[in-house]
Each structure stands twice: as C-alpha cells, then as structure tokens.
C-alpha cells in the first residue's frame, strides 16, 4: 500500500503543477528539517553467543562496544600505518568537495601508493578518500597491518567476502547507499557519524540503483524530494574500538567527524548461490532480484503499447497485486 501511494502522490504533485503546489513547495523548501534521531543501541563486550542468539536475528543496527580488536587500535597511528602498509598502489575516490555526489560525478577514481594516500588522507587540505578495491582482503593486500586487527568471529570463515580499509579525510562524507550482505564497520581510529535507514523506508529515499538521491541528509531539499521526512532516521557516532553492525539492505550514510581509519567487513548472511558471482563490492543485487527487475522492465515497456487511462489502470492492478504476494507481512 505504501509504495503506491508515495509514488502515486510525488507524481501527482510534480506533474500537476498549480500556483498552490508551487507555494507548497517553495513552503517545504523553506521548512526547517528536524527529523527524530532514532539512536542506534550499544551492547558492551558481546562474544559470538550473544550476536548469533540475541542480536543476529533482530536485522536491525546495533554498536558494539569494548570488544577485543587487537593491538590495531593503538597500533595504527599516521607514520605506523604508512611504513607497515608500504608503497602498494591502491584505489582511491578523489574530490574536492567533501560530500561526494554520484549524481553530479564531482570525484575521480585515482591510484597512489598506500604510503602517501595515508599521509595525504589525513591532512585537512587534501580531500583523498577511501580506498576502493576489486574483491578486497586486507590479509592479502597488507598482510603486516591485517596482522594487528582482530575481525569478530560473528561469522563462519567460509562465508566472508571482503575486508575493506575505510580510511577517510576529516569531513567526508559517503552517499546513503545499501549492500546486499551483512556488513561490521570497524571504526579503529578516528570519529565517524553514521545515518541509517530501514530497508521497509526505501520508498522516502529516492532510489537511484543502489544509492539515495537525497545527498543532505541533514538539509534534504524536501520541494523536490517531499516524502524524504518520512523516513525514519537512526543514527550514531562510532569511536575508536566501536564496531556497527549493518545488516544487508539498510541504508547507511557516514560522515568523518575526525581523520578515522576503519575496516569493513562484509560475509554473505545468505547461501553463495544467492549471490551475483561477479560482484566486486558486495552491493550488486541477489540474482533473483536482479531478474525480476529485468522481468519489471519488460513489463513496464509492454505497459507502454497501451493508450494512458488503460496503461494506469493495469498498473495500479499490478502493484496491489504486487504488494498483495510479495510484500512481507512479518517486518516491521
Ligand atoms: O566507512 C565509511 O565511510 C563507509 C562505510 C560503508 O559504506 C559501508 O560500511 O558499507
């Protein structure tokens, strides 16, 4: 029911402009933007017990506090980090601004040796961001840092995927996007803000692929994207030692508060044959999915052989059809 209706009144309102609509929506824009913070809970000292019994099941965030991360957390300092991880090229995402827009491309994808990229990432003037691998694995790629870091075992070893550093100049911030498997992000060094929003608020976010087009989170541009304040925001600030849990499919946002180092680790929650065999970054869609997209697609074309008033109507059919079989009805 809630995805009809959000589309079917963003659309509506957009494409029907009146003097009114224009005067509402200079009234959204200039509306102040103070959606409720939903915190994040924070559990102490949990061992692998607890998360697979209490917490694994509940698919929602959680911050889990004072585990045992090894000697990374005072270890990994500016010039340790750079002698240990050496003169290896990686990836990176450049851009002079600190928010970082998919939409208008406003950074560049650029090599440099880990050795500079650390030392660069720290200063305040340069904006050098996260490294971005192909199926990255820290144990691989730096051996002699992934040396210090000790992963919580939350996991069977047979279904990791990746093991991302996340090393980010103060201010940046990252785009609201979701991946498809579960995900720890290990914030070792460093401070950073995360926003969160459920999977079940998609339909407020704007959806391009995997990302949300509502860049400002904080001041969102509610005119052109109204059903935003709708979406329940959770949040926290992740502090040296603190991990996150990120179930697969919510959407997450950061921001570095600090120069912060961190680690992602990404394991599939699901059987392997879930999975898009070619996905570098865990964020390509479960293949089924990616094929009833495909089908949605052809359908929607199919839809437009017919004249507009009957072209609506079986549409709106299809989506309570839609939402009548595959909507769950056990999710909050
Ligand atoms: O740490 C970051 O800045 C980004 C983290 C992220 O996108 C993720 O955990 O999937």
Not at 173 to 194: A, F, P, S
């Amino acid at each position: 029911m809630e995805m009809q209706q959000a589309n079917g009144e963003s659309h509506g309102s957009h494409s029907r402009e009146t003097g009114d609509g224009m005067a509402q929506r200079e009234r959204w824009g200039a509306m102040a933007f103070h959606p409720t913070r939903i915190p994040v809970p924070r559990f102490s000292g949990v061992d692998k017990q607890r998360f697979l019994h209490e917490l694994y099941p509940l698919r929602k965030p959680a911050v889990l506090t004072d585990l045992d991360l090894g000697a990374c957390k005072t270890q990994w300092s500016l010039d340790y980090m750079s002698r240990r991880g050496g003169e290896r090229q990686v990836k990176i995402h450049v851009s002079e601004l600190p928010q970082m827009d998919f939409i208008q491309k406003n950074f560049l994808y650029r090599s440099l040796p880990f050795n500079v990229f650390v030392q660069r990432a720290a200063e305040n003037k340069h904006r050098d961001f996260f490294i971005s691998e192909d199926i990255a694995d820290i144990a691989t790629q730096f051996p002699e840092l992934a040396a210090d870091i000790q992963i919580p075992e939350f996991f069977q070893k047979d279904q990791f995927f990746s093991s991302v550093f996340r090393i980010s100049s103060p201010g940046l911030q990252l785009w609201t996007h979701y991946d498809v498997m579960d995900n720890l992000l290990i914030q070792v060094t460093g401070k950073k803000r995360v926003v969160l929003y459920s999977p079940r608020d998609a339909p407020y976010l704007y959806l391009s692929g995997d990302k949300s087009e509502v860049l400002d989170v904080d001041k969102p541009d509610l005119a052109k994207y109204p059903l935003f304040s709708q979406a329940r925001r959770y949040e926290c600030t992740l502090h040296a030692g603190d991990v996150l849990f990120i179930p697969a499919l919510w959407f997450h946002n950061t921001v570095a508060e600090e120069f912060g180092v961190g680690v992602n680790v990404f394991w599939k929650h699901l059987t392997p044959e879930f999975y898009d065999r070619t996905d570098t970054y865990g964020n390509k869609d479960l293949t089924a999915a990616s094929r009833a997209t495909q089908i949605l697609d052809r359908a929607l074309k199919t839809l437009d052989e017919l004249p507009e008033e009957y072209k609506d109507f079986y549409a709106r059919k299809m989506v309570l059809r839609v939402q009548a079989k595959a909507y769950s009805a056990n999710y909050e």
